[in-house]
């Protein structure tokens, strides 16, 4: 062989090296493509609570409908989801990673005067919503909504209640706000903060810790089926197919509906391209059969939101935690 023939043989060979490489470094497999896509998505909070339960049903239908392969979901609790916060936004431009994130994270960011809020990350997508519920271990002095109150009214420093989220949650934001709706003084709440609704808050309602609960309905399904717990009023604004026959805060007398919602972002900085694919993504998992039995599992609503109109819903929804922090006084 030649010199040149040995050059032009070598820079033959370099160029299908390099062509391997940026192939495997610098595009995304469409939906379908069975190749491992090595994507991310961090978790917040503790396995068993809401977020994780979200990400881990994601990475699962992505996976069963050949949307996406090799997906990990991993866990980095701390500080109400602040700490995975502050995670992404320091993953500037890796495209591979997204934060499983919702209400609980923009109010925790606010009650703690976080340094790092959602408008440093890149918007992705809003997959659901979820009422919460009030909850009761089953042998629970309070049979109804009105008998919680009352007891609740006359002694707020004697009951205690429980949510899976802590200081800015949605399951510490909704008792703050239900106090405030039937007349007891939020500052006066005494409130139990557990790391996950299914995770840490569940033992310590069923042992008796907590007098009552609220949490995403989704995390205490198995256990209403089970008659461990009772549920007291959902705070939806019409009744919970899983649930039809357990009245609205509305319909209980009290005037207060509150809704949780979770998304995903990713960090600062992302190219065009793997915000796009991000997005073809989870489009293709709203639209599957499957996606649509684990709404129905879990009592979750589709939501469904992506670029622009997540950005918008995405901004409102911080200012409007803003001011609900600072008007219950827990800035």
């Not at 939906?31 to 998505?41: K, M, N, Q, S, V």
């Not at 997204?98 to 340094?115: C, D, E, N």
Request: some cysteine.
């Amino acid at each position: 062989m030649s010199g040149r023939t040995r050059t032009r043989a070598l820079s033959g060979l370099l160029a299908a090296v390099l062509s391997l490489l940026v192939g495997a470094c610098g595009t995304w497999p469409g939906p379908g493509d069975t190749a491992d896509d090595g994507l991310r998505i961090l978790v917040p909070n503790t396995p068993g609570g809401g977020y994780d339960t979200t990400a881990r049903t994601v990475a699962r239908v992505l996976e069963e409908t050949g949307t996406a392969s090799d997906m990990e979901v991993f866990n980095l609790p701390g500080a109400g989801g602040t700490v995975g916060l502050r995670r992404t936004v320091d993953e500037r431009g890796n495209g591979r990673l997204a934060l499983q994130m919702g209400l609980g994270v923009l109010g925790a960011a606010h009650v703690q005067g976080a340094k790092v809020t959602v408008a440093r990350t890149t918007p992705i997508a809003r997959l659901i919503e979820e009422p919460e519920a009030v909850v009761v271990r089953k042998d629970s002095p309070y049979r109804t909504l009105a008998d919680l109150v009352t007891e609740w009214r006359n002694s707020p420093g004697g009951v205690t209640v429980g949510g899976g989220s802590s200081l800015g949650g949605p399951d510490h934001l909704l008792p703050m706000a239900l106090a405030g709706a039937v007349g007891i003084q939020p500052k006066k709440v005494r409130y139990a903060a557990y790391d996950g609704g299914g995770g840490d808050l569940l033992p310590a309602l069923l042992d008796g810790r907590v007098d009552f609960a609220t949490s995403g309905i989704g995390e205490f399904l198995d256990q209403i089926a089970a008659g461990q717990l009772r549920v007291l009023a959902v705070t939806s604004d019409r009744p919970v197919a899983a649930l039809p026959r357990v009245p609205t805060l509305k319909a209980a007398g009290i005037d207060l509906v509150f809704d949780n919602w979770r998304g995903i972002v990713a960090p600062p900085g992302i190219s065009s391209a793997d915000r796009k694919r991000w997005i073809e993504v989870l489009t293709a998992l709203h639209t599957s059969r499957q996606w649509k039995a684990e709404l129905t599992r879990h009592g979750w609503t589709d939501a469904f939101a992506t670029g622009g109109a997540f950005a918008t819903y995405l901004a409102r929804q911080d200012k409007a935690v803003a001011e609900l922090v600072g008007h219950l006084g827990l800035d």
